[in-house]
């Protein structure tokens, strides 16, 4: 079974903020993006979806335009850098790009892995020794985002920056 995108706004179905040909032409003007070029259409709709999926975990500003929308996008209230209202009935193109960038980097690995022990150099039991490795540019944990995508969406999303767990009073 193939899968569809439904990127219509407002779609009370939809799976994607972004058509494929609008992801093409963005990886069109975008240069080192040879797992894009080279990935079939099956895999670039999946990886849109599975990039919706993702976005549509973050806090965004404002609010969904319609109580029916499957998707977080498009919303009310939302401003550009320069305090342009976004239109309430169409995705951002900064969404759109942010979508296309991150399909690109899940063509390329898997962030939602379970990282395991990243960072740990050595481990020793009796007595009990961690050692983490700590040479520049070691990271002891892949960003669920990569930087790029965090610029791009930087306009749109809430000032916690992302992802955000809600407390409820009872």
């Not at 903020?17 to 079939?40: I, K, P, V």
């Not at 942010?98 to 960072?119: H, S």
Request: glycine share 6%; hydrophobic share 40%.
């Amino acid at each position: 079974m193939t899968l569809v995108l439904d990127y219509t706004a407002k779609s009370a179905t939809g799976n994607s903020y972004a058509s494929l040909a609008e992801a093409n032409a963005y990886h069109e003007a975008r240069g080192f993006n040879d797992e894009w070029t080279s990935a079939s259409d099956i895999q670039k709709n999946a990886a849109l979806a599975w990039a919706t999926r993702l976005l549509e975990r973050l806090e965004y500003k404002g609010s969904i335009s319609t109580l029916t929308q499957a998707l977080r996008w498009p919303r009310l209230g939302v401003f550009d850098l320069d305090w342009r209202e976004y239109d309430r009935n169409t995705v951002p193109q900064c969404v759109k790009d942010a979508q296309a960038e991150l399909a690109l980097t899940l063509l390329k690995e898997d962030r939602t892995e379970d990282q395991g022990a990243v960072g740990i150099s050595e481990v020793k039991v009796g007595p009990l020794d961690v050692k983490f490795n700590t040479s520049p540019g070691i990271s002891t944990r892949t960003e669920l985002l990569p930087a790029a995508v965090k610029e791009l969406l930087r306009p749109v999303l809430s000032p916690s920056g992302g992802m955000t767990a809600r407390l409820v009073r009872t």
